[in-house]
C-alpha cells in the first residue's frame, strides 16, 4: 500500500490509491489528470521517504469528481445601535479521488 502527504492550497492531506478528499479549487489544471507535485512524505510497504521540504521524484495523480460551492456568512451585530453588516461569499471545492502515487 502506497501513501503520500500532499500540500495543497495551504492545507496538507493523507492520501493513498482509490481516496477521495475535498480540496481548494486548483487553478490552471485538466480536470481529468491533476499532478501534485509537491509532496512532503511518501512510504510503501518496504521504503519511507522525507522530503526537505518536498521530494522531487514522487508525484500523486487524481481525478475531478465534483465540484461544490460552500456558501459561508459573515455577519457583524452591535446591540442597541441598529448596526448590523451582513456579507458572504461563496468558497469552490473540489472532490478528487486520488488515481495513482507514480515515482518518476
Same mark, same amino acid.
Given at each position: 500500500?502506497?501513501?503520500?502527504?500532499?500540500?495543497?492550497?495551504?492545507?496538507?492531506?493523507?492520501? @493513498?490509491?482509490?481516496? &477521495?478528499?475535498?480540496? %481548494? #479549487?486548483?487553478?490552471? *489544471?485538466?480536470?481529468? $489528470?491533476?499532478?501534485? /507535485?509537491?509532496?512532503?512524505?511518501?512510504?510503501?510497504?518496504?521504503?519511507?521517504?522525507?522530503?526537505?521540504?518536498?521530494?522531487?521524484?514522487? @508525484?500523486?495523480?487524481? &481525478?475531478?469528481?465534483? %465540484? #461544490?460551492?460552500?456558501? *459561508?456568512?459573515?455577519? $457583524?451585530?452591535?446591540? /442597541?445601535?441598529?448596526?448590523?453588516?451582513?456579507?458572504?461569499?461563496?468558497?469552490?471545492?473540489?472532490?478528487?479521488?486520488?488515481?495513482?502515487?507514480n515515482s518518476i
Amino acid at each position: 500500500m502506497k501513501i503520500a502527504i500532499i500540500e495543497t492550497g495551504g492545507k496538507q492531506y493523507l492520501v @493513498e490509491e482509490g481516496k &477521495k478528499i475535498e480540496i %481548494e #479549487k486548483v487553478k490552471n *489544471t485538466d480536470p481529468e $489528470k491533476i499532478v501534485f /507535485k509537491s509532496v512532503l512524505l511518501y512510504a510503501d510497504n518496504n521504503n519511507c521517504f522525507i522530503g526537505k521540504p518536498y521530494l522531487e521524484n514522487i @508525484e500523486v495523480i487524481a &481525478k475531478l469528481l465534483k %465540484e #461544490k460551492k460552500n456558501k *459561508t456568512l459573515v455577519f $457583524k451585530y452591535k446591540p /442597541k445601535t441598529r448596526y448590523r453588516k451582513k456579507k458572504g461569499y461563496k468558497k469552490i471545492t473540489w472532490l478528487i479521488e486520488i488515481k495513482s502515487i507514480n515515482s518518476i
